[in-house]
């Protein structure tokens, strides 16, 4: 069906990712009901701060013009994140047009600061436009094997 036919919600290009320690895909039916959950010690709002700067630095762009939610909510242990925009234009090409921004982090993942600053890293790499790469050493890797350089340095400050 050509686009033009297609009614806006069709248009409207949400796009999920799984950040995880095996297995990745394009998010579906979550394997564990989806709930809400509080932010586990290690993200304090200056640790979020921490590491929204390093993925600003990283990527050169604050993703989404720095209008992301941060939350907490559980899913299968062996999803580390989930990240969710909307695009009226594209999933990946148009990372200017993003907007309704989500990072969702899993409590349940077994976090320490560097590897929320990972993941949000990688996390903030979609809503800036990069998606899965399969080179495993690149941040944009679907599953998690070591945290970002810049976060280890950056540790000292987000305590």
């Known amino acids: 069906m050509p686009a033009k036919y297609r009614p806006l919600a069709w248009r409207l290009l949400r796009s999920a990712t799984l950040l995880c320690l095996a297995g990745c895909g394009a998010m579906s039916a979550p394997a564990v009901a989806a709930r809400s959950a509080a932010a586990p010690p290690i993200a304090t709002p200056g640790a979020v701060s921490a590491a929204e700067a390093v993925a600003d630095g990283f990527w050169g762009t ?9 939350a907490w909510r559980v899913r299968a242990r062996r999803v580390n994140a989930v990240s969710s925009w ?48 399969p080179d495993p050493h690149d941040i944009m890797a679907p599953l998690f094997t070591e945290p970002l350089p810049a976060c280890v340095a950056a540790r000292r400050g987000a305590a």
């Open 62 to 70: 604050a993703a989404c013009s720095g209008h992301v939610t941060i």
């Open 86 to 133: 909307a695009n009226r234009h594209t999933a990946y090409g148009d990372p200017d047009h993003n907007f309704s921004c989500r990072v969702e982090f899993n409590p349940r993942a077994p976090w320490t600061w560097a590897k929320f600053c990972t993941v949000l890293v990688h996390e903030f790499g979609h809503l800036t436009g990069h998606e899965h790469s």
